[in-house]
């Protein structure tokens, strides 16, 4: 299995985007009750006691991302990148499927997943679900997983191969060879230093199966003990490492620095927060934050995250009232450009949550939801439901292909997937 490289820092343009369209080569072409967790691993039951789901309002068929103003480009470098001639090499098909993560369960990957790595090109994948099986049948699965890999499907590119290992109630992966992992509010009891050389422990246990890409650490930060039972995505599951930024800042990055000692890439999330909410996304439509803020104290362990080097973000799925109260954060060029991107520094993968089996999605066609995520600055979209991929993949290539403004963003996005792959 082809040894996946380090994370390191990498810098993207839109104004490199264009100097690949000038040498492409041209083409156009809690778990429930089976212990299953939805989309990156949010448990879709209740351990205890139901959530209420508020009447949702209903959002238009597409939203349109919020404007942004971008600063000018920097200057185009004279000879383009070892990364940007493997984009170049890319037909328009297989940059867009660098932009997918499509879901495989880790028992073994179904007719529809394998479809989505072939024929529709997608560059990434997640285990989800639940397995007990242990590491060598693990393994097993990820070889079948990475074996597509070609010319003909991914020009080549290796896979990110991801899946959901907290602790606690979100994890994937157990049995013979996985360790046992206690939910972040434990963990947090350990303090910085032992949690850090744990997190070593467990990301090695993940890199021993092939998976280098790990959909954890949550840095939400729930507001007070008190309110996270009512805190369904969060704090209902004890995924929380504490109860003010500076704690969660601490405790949660020392988890994810453990993941980049073992190798494997940790994916800070669900930003801006999911702590002051209360439905859960996977399960509730209309899912409102209420409070959170641009400049809000909570996202200090977002931004603590991306100073140290993590080159992956996911973004929730909730709207943010005071924020952009008229796109959900997949949706919002606000959140994923102006924060992120602005406001924050940060360069590498703006990941989605799931966009394809949450509730909170349901307003919007399988292709309005492809196309709103890379239209608002999107870098890599989730998908759980991996019949939802052809629809998803078509609507962008077409789009790509008739629209230039819409093609450099697709550039630009698959530019930073392969750079991170490259760990630049």
């Not at 997949?330 to 703006?350: C, E, H, K, N």
């Amino acid at each position: 299995m082809r040894k996946f490289p380090s994370i390191a820092s990498i810098s993207v343009s839109i104004a490199t985007a264009g100097v690949l369209l000038a040498t492409a080569s041209g083409c156009s072409s809690g778990p429930s009750n089976s212990g299953q967790a939805t989309a990156e691993g949010t448990p879709s039951v209740s351990p205890s006691s139901p959530t209420t789901t508020p009447a949702p309002s209903s959002p238009p068929a597409s939203t349109t991302p919020s404007a942004v103003t971008s600063p000018p480009p920097s200057a185009a470098p004279s000879t383009p990148s070892s990364v940007e001639k493997q984009l170049a090499a890319l037909s328009l098909e297989q940059r867009v499927g660098q932009l997918f993560m499509v879901a495989s369960k880790a028992t073994g990957a179904e007719p529809g997943t394998m479809e989505a790595l072939t024929k529709y090109h997608a560059g990434n994948v997640y285990l989800s679900g639940r397995s007990k099986a242990g590491t060598a049948p693990t393994a097993a699965v990820v070889s079948a997983l990475t074996g597509t890999v070609s010319a003909a499907t991914t020009g080549g590119l290796p896979l990110f191969v991801a899946t959901d290992q907290e602790g606690g109630y979100v994890q994937v992966l157990s049995g013979p060879g996985f360790s046992t992992i206690p939910t972040a509010l434990v963990q947090a009891s350990s303090g910085a230093a032992k949690l850090r050389a744990d997190a070593a422990t467990w990301g090695k246990e993940l890199r021993s199966v092939g998976v280098n890409v790990n959909l954890a650490p949550v840095l939400d930060t729930v507001t007070s003990p008190e309110f996270a039972p009512s805190n369904a995505p969060i704090g209902h599951f004890q995924r929380e490492y504490g109860y003010d930024p500076g704690n969660v800042s601490l405790l949660g990055n020392a988890f994810a620095d453990g993941m980049k000692d073992a190798g494997v890439a940790p994916v800070v999330k669900h930003f801006p927060g999911l702590g002051r909410v209360v439905p859960n996304t996977d399960v509730s439509k209309n899912v409102r934050d209420t409070t959170t803020t641009r400049d809000d104290p909570a996202l200090e362990p977002f931004h603590t995250a991306i100073a140290s080097g993590t080159k992956w973000v996911m973004v929730s799925n909730a709207y943010y009232d005071k924020i952009d109260p008229a796109n959900i954060a997949p949706f919002s060029a606000t959140i994923m450009d102006a924060m992120l991107r602005a406001d924050a520094g940060f360069t590498g993968i703006v990941l989605s949550d799931d966009l394809c089996s949450a509730e909170q999605l349901e307003a919007w066609s399988d292709a309005d939801r492809a196309l709103n995520f890379f239209g608002a600055g999107g870098t890599m979209l989730v998908c759980a439901d991996p019949t939802s991929i052809p629809a998803m993949h078509q609507a962008v290539v077409q789009k790509a292909t008739s629209d230039p403004a819409f093609r450099a963003k697709v550039d630009a996005a698959a530019l930073t997937v392969l750079q991170v792959k490259a760990g630049q």
